[in-house]
């Protein structure tokens, strides 16, 4: 099907029964929409609060725990209702509820940060409803942007929005700018000439894009597709389609919960058979037993606070990056950003400013550079001094339809933005346009054509009259009689060689280069020669050299980045030799030769070709969103985590595809915001630095939690799995059987004397230069690098002394309560002093245990209530504890010291690293 840029202006027109007097009447415009539906693209539907809610009984290890609520509250039904046995009864049932409320908990945390994040992902947005003007009914009138039709006859100027696709029937002077789809700074010259080839979106000269922006000129054009159905609706699709990714933290704590339920699994059969070996029969009685039994075994088994502080640990770290002006969308993003070893940033608005800057220019056989970047016309001009009055600045100023205003304490261009750059120059060296016009006149001005590729004006100054000129090089040269050269006009080919070795000298800099020449006329060439015969004869004055410039803090960011271990990929829509100058400049590569892969290089490529290359690239020019989405892909085939960098809604689908999407907040458009797992509150590519650190040292407080949580865990199963299976006989005042610990007892130790200290590690800072680390495996276990035999030694050494505590108890001639309190008070002081151990990936001597205070207060908090539980008398009924005499409790407080000191002595001593 041809499509309408390969279509005669007439037969567009035609295609939609529109002409330009009238355009469409009212009832064909009704018609349109009925059929076309209004211009506006679909918005993603959000969750309502009570699905974002529930999202987190999806977890595995919740439903585990629910699956420990449900038989705990039968066991207390069959308790009560059959056996009436209160007491059981009454610990199973506090068991039950005690387990929900921590569920309810967790689900309440994932709930409010998902909620925080999407209320200020919704403050972001702009709420303004824009108008276009289109002709109706033979009348030009402004609507809604939404109640364009296709067939609509749409006229546009300077500053406006290009709100549907359009095919141009009458252009003057228009430029747009296509960077939100093309990646490309620069503004596109428009016109109405049919194309008859296939071309990108980038090369449809005869074609606007919804979203694009005109920065010079007017034109008209016939609407040829609206919301879904326009190029920017084509991205928003393919977003749709991207599925959701799994970060590599779900991805670990799945796996870990596969294995903690199959050991929990293991347990239960272990016991029910042990207990129906004991019990010599096979009945209710005894089934009802051995459950209870087993249900205490299966809740120590599992970390039960594992859920509630992975999201308190998460929302720490997601409030932290907020604070450094990181918006973060999902909790498990957070972690994402820890393990990334790939960030792949978008060229224009996220490396550089998209700000169009003069930064070199030649003048009068001079060469001088410019400081300053952006719009800001402050900066200084090196070299000789410059003649007050250069005819290159006075002809780049005066050949200049462009502005910059201070508007709130900001500089806002208006205009082409490379004369916004010339005017910016000339301020930069004291010429200004408005003093220039006072004693000069701009009497004719020769606009800019694809034909002629230059454009003038002709200033009148007295009596004389001068026609200033702007346009590449080349073309300046073909009409051009000489170069200006230290104020003599050198007409020889030896000047003009000059001239073109600055040219490339620029283009190798990355620079796009654009001459200014000059002419004297008489008036009656002023008033009456055309164009062709006035653009001739020229004398060039000088080349400005030109670039999009890098932000200022970008360099040591990919510096301290790569330093991480991790790759900085550029892709952008922009030219090869600019892409590989910038990415030079900013540290991205090594070598002014590194290889660049473009836009049609890839389309040549195969998946497998592009994957063999991918590793080796950090530069992709001139690329389609689709390329963007395809690199991404093949760096996840080679077990990385990318994270994605983008403004533009051309980058939205491959951010929706990496592992961990960032956009801009400030000059990201929604689409994008929409798409991105971060939001960078302050546009800077610094928040993407402090980000990543952020997320590994949050990704070590987890380690350190699960390593210290886990130890907790193996301790609780085997003193009650030693006590089952060697406390067969009375001894003193204990019964045979009597279990080595209550649930309850289980439970308080996850729930509060274990959960708290593990919140509190929330909040240690990095262990050591955590930035200097390389990425982590995505594949690697959390438990990876000994961490496993670390908790089985560490967890055997302390759950023996529990055991050993309540077998000491029994034959010290304590009851039965009193020595599962001594246990009990064996297993919180022992996790108490591990949690110190369990900050380091060496030693307990290698870090200031005052160094988290929050970390000290919540130990002393969880030590002194442990002990008030087993004074308070409620506490006695609930929990099965007992009070005991005060001798007992400094030697409950110091001895669980030693298998925590003793490892970790020995460790830093000998260096050991599976302890």
Same mark, same amino acid.
């Given at each position: ?22 355009? &469409?009447?009212?009832?064909? =415009? ?29 977890? !595995? #290890? ?5 699956? =420990? ?57 702009? %709420? ?13 009138? *402004? ?14 100027? %300077? ?37 008859? *080839? ?7 000269? @005869? ?99 594992? !859920? ?20 973060? *969308? ?17 060229? $224009?608005?996220?490396? /550089? ?11 009068? +056989? ?16 090196? +070299? ?9 600045? /006075? ?90 050269? @230290? ?10 060689? *000059? ?34 015969? &006035? ?35 550029? #892709? ?9 100058? #910038? ?11 590194? !290889? ?21 690239? @950090? ?77 590994? /040292? ?13 130890? $907790? ?82 967890? $055997? ?28 008070? /064996? ?34 908090? =969880?030590?002194?209530?442990?002990? &008030? ?25 110091? #001895? ?6 003793l490892l970790s002595g020995l460790k830093e001593i000998l260096g050991v690293k599976i302890w």
């Amino acid at each position: 099907m041809t499509k309408f840029y390969q279509q005669s202006t007439a037969a567009v027109l035609e295609n939609f029964s529109v002409d330009l007097t009238n355009g &469409l009447s009212t009832k064909q =415009a009704r018609q349109s929409r009925e059929k076309h539906g209004p211009n506006q693209l679909a918005e993603k539907k959000t969750d309502p609060y009570w699905k974002i809610f529930l999202k987190s009984f999806k977890e !595995p #290890i919740v439903i585990v725990l629910l699956g =420990a609520v449900l038989l705990s509250f039968l066991s207390s039904w069959y308790a009560f209702q059959i056996q009436a046995n209160i007491q059981h009864g009454k610990e199973s049932l506090y068991e039950a509820i005690a387990i929900l409320i921590l569920i309810i908990i967790n689900a309440f945390l994932g709930f409010w940060q998902e909620i925080n994040a999407q209320k200020s992902l919704d403050a972001l947005k702009e %709420m303004n409803n824009r108008f276009a003007t289109v002709l109706r009914n033979g009348e030009w009138q *402004k609507i809604p942007t939404a109640d364009l039709a296709i067939g609509d006859i749409l006229k546009v100027a %300077m500053g406006d929005f290009i709100e549907a696709d359009v095919r141009w029937l009458d252009t003057n002077e228009l430029q747009v700018i296509e960077s939100h789809l093309t990646g490309e700074a620069d503004a596109i010259l428009k016109n109405t000439t049919t194309i008859d *080839k296939t071309v990108e979106i980038g090369d449809r000269f @005869n074609m606007g894009f919804s979203g694009s922006t005109v920065s010079n000129g007017q034109g008209i054009g016939v609407v040829t597709a609206i919301g879904e159905k326009t190029e920017l609706g084509n991205i928003a699709r393919m977003i749709q389609e991207t599925d959701t990714k799994v970060s590599p933290l779900q991805a670990t704590i799945n796996q870990l919960t596969n294995v903690l339920m199959k050991v929990s699994a293991g347990i239960v059969i272990f016991t029910f058979v042990v207990g129906i070996i004991r019990a010599g029969e096979f009945s209710i009685n005894s089934i009802t037993s051995i459950l209870s039994t087993s249900i205490a075994l299966a809740v120590a088994s599992i970390p039960d606070a594992l !859920p509630a502080v992975l999201s308190i640990v998460l929302t720490i770290g997601a409030t932290k990056m907020a604070k450094n002006k990181g918006l973060i *969308k999902s909790l498990n993003s957070v972690e994402t950003l820890g393990s990334t070893s790939y960030i792949c940033s978008d060229k $224009t608005g996220t490396l /550089t400013k998209n700000e169009m800057t003069v930064t070199k220019f030649y003048d009068n +056989g001079q060469s001088h550079d410019v400081s300053g970047r952006g719009y800001n016309p402050q900066g200084s001009i090196s +070299g000789v001094k410059i003649d007050a009055a250069s005819p290159f600045l /006075t002809g780049a100023v005066l050949c200049n339809e462009a502005s910059v205003k201070e508007i709130d304490g900001k500089y806002k261009p208006f205009g082409n933005p490379t004369e916004v750059a010339l005017n910016v120059l000339g301020q930069k060296a004291g010429f200004f346009k408005d003093e220039l016009l006072k004693d000069r006149q701009i009497v004719r001005t020769l606009p800019f054509t694809s034909d002629s590729k230059m454009m003038s004006v002709i200033v009148k100054a007295d009596d004389e009259f001068v026609l200033y000129t702007k346009g590449a090089p080349d073309v300046l040269l073909r009409n051009s009689i000489g170069i200006l050269d @230290n104020g003599k006009i050198d007409k020889s080919l030896a000047g003009e060689t *000059k001239l073109m070795q600055v040219v490339d000298q620029y283009a190798d800099q990355a620079l796009r280069t654009l001459a200014v020449g000059y002419r004297k006329v008489t008036a009656e060439m002023a008033q009456n020669f055309d164009v062709v015969k &006035l653009e001739t004869d020229l004398i060039i004055t000088g080349v400005a050299g030109i670039i999009d410039p890098p932000r200022e803090e970008v360099k040591q960011s990919v510096k301290n980045i790569n330093d991480a271990n991790i790759e900085v990929v550029m #892709i952008t829509g922009d030219h090869e030799k600019t892409a590989r100058a #910038i990415a030079y400049d900013l540290g991205i590569v090594k070598s002014k030769k590194a !290889p660049v892969i473009n836009g049609q290089d890839i389309e040549k490529m195969t998946d497998e070709q592009l994957f063999e290359k991918v590793l080796k690239t @950090n530069i992709y020019a001139r690329v389609s969103p689709e390329h963007k989405q395809r690199i991404v892909r093949q760096l996840q085939r080679q077990n990385q985590i990318v994270a994605m960098t983008g403004d533009g809604v051309n980058d939205a689908p491959a951010l929706r595809t990496a592992d961990i999407g960032i956009a801009m907040g400030i000059n990201g458009t929604e689409v994008t915001k929409d798409s991105a797992d971060l939001i960078l509150l302050d546009d800077k590519f610094t928040t993407i630095e402090k980000s990543v650190k952020s997320g590994r /040292t949050i990704y070590a407080n987890i380690k350190n939690f699960m390593r210290h949580e886990l130890t $907790t865990n193996v301790a609780e199963v085997l003193a009650l799995l030693l006590g089952l299976l060697l406390f067969g006989q009375t001894v003193g005042k204990v019964a045979g059987g009597t279990p080595t610990l209550t649930a309850l007892m289980v439970l308080w130790v996850n729930m509060v004397s274990d959960a708290l200290p593990s919140f509190a590690l929330g909040y240690d800072v990095a262990e050591s230069d955590i930035m200097k680390e390389s990425p982590r495996d995505p594949n690697e276990s959390v438990l990876a690098n000994h961490t496993w035999s670390r908790v089985l030694i560490r967890g $055997t050494f302390m759950g023996g002394l529990v055991y050993l505590g309540f077998l000491w108890a029994a034959h010290s001639g304590f009851t039965s309560n009193e020595a599962q309190t001594i246990a009990f008070l /064996t297993l919180v002081f022992g996790q108490l002093w591990h949690v110190f151990d369990a900050r380091s990936s060496k030693t307990l001597f290698r870090r200031n245990p005052f160094s988290n205070p929050r970390l000290i207060l919540a130990v002393i908090f =969880a030590g002194v209530t442990s002990i &008030l539980v087993t004074i308070s008398p409620f506490f006695n009924l609930v929990m099965g504890t007992a009070k005991l005499p005060l001798t007992i409790y400094p030697l409950l407080i110091i #001895i669980p010291a030693l298998p925590t000191v003793l490892l970790s002595g020995l460790k830093e001593i000998l260096g050991v690293k599976i302890w």
